[in-house]
Nanobody, 125 residues
């Protein structure tokens, strides 16, 4: 699994932005995927996760109803559609892969095995 996130940028509050993360490896469809974010001085926090098939998703309470995670296994890509962005969404966003077979989605950083480089999202007020 070799992940690369992109799509970040500078937007205004209320705008939308879509992040993408591609996997150049060969195990994308066998991994659950997650998006995390981190701001300076804070721990990396879970944002959203999606199961291998895409049928199950999970969201942090802070983004529920505004963000949507999806995946296209044919393109080895996972997306994070972010709507109604707020200044507090400003962070470096990371995608991650969980390759351990599980029945439930996991939300802790320790449970994810592979990480991509982050992409900066800045939301101005």
């Amino acid at each position: 699994v070799q992940l690369q996130a992109y799509g970040g940028g500078l937007v205004q509050a209320g705008d939308s932005l879509t992040l993408s993360c591609t996997d150049s490896g060969r195990t994308f469809s066998g991994a659950a995927l997650g998006w995390f974010r981190q701001t300076p001085g804070k721990e990396r926090e879970f944002v959203a996760g999606i199961s291998r098939s895409g049928s199950n998703t999970a969201y942090a309470d802070s983004v529920k109803g505004r963000f949507t995670i999806s995946r296209d296994n044919a393109k080895n890509t996972v997306y994070l559609q972010m709507d109604s962005l707020k200044p507090e969404d400003t962070a470096v966003y990371y995608c991650a892969a969980d390759v351990v077979p599980r029945t439930n989605l996991v939300i802790t950083t320790a449970d994810y095995d592979y990480w991509g480089r982050g992409t900066q999202v800045t939301v101005s007020s």
